[in-house]
């Protein structure tokens, strides 16, 4: 399929977006994934891709203690079960668990993060440190 380069502005039909979409979800091997979110805006038309959780959450251990409302850095891990090590990848992590006057997350504990508004915020714990 030969695709024709269109410029903002441009009338688009929908049969040819269509194929766009379909060229797109079989050239990035999504055919098996989320398909391809499409936001409509006053700016225009913006394809994303629609992320499975594995893109959205991840699990690590902290490596600097996590205050109220603070950041600490985040060794992350990832595997099967009873076979998780350490990726290599390191994070830095935002508070969005603590209590003002709750005691920090320390050094060691092992917890859950998510990507919210570019940021990766610490949701859950899964073993605190001592």
């Not at 109220?68 to 935002?94: H, K």
């Amino acid at each position: 399929m030969r695709f024709t380069r269109v410029r903002p502005g441009d009338a688009v039909t929908a049969r040819q977006f269509n194929e766009l979409l379909d060229a797109l979800e079989r050239a990035l091997a999504l055919s098996a994934a989320p398909p391809l979110v499409v936001h409509r805006d006053a700016s225009g038309t913006r394809l994303a891709l629609a992320l499975g959780l594995t893109q959205q959450l991840k699990r690590g251990v902290l490596t600097a203690d996590l205050a109220y409302g603070g950041s600490a850095t985040c060794n992350l891990r990832a595997g099967p079960p009873g076979e998780v090590q350490a990726t290599g990848e390191e994070l830095t992590v935002y508070d969005d668990l603590l209590n003002a006057g709750d005691d920090d997350l320390l050094t060691g504990s092992k917890v859950v993060v998510a990507r919210f508004d570019g940021h990766w915020w610490v949701i859950a714990v899964v073993c605190p440190a001592s």
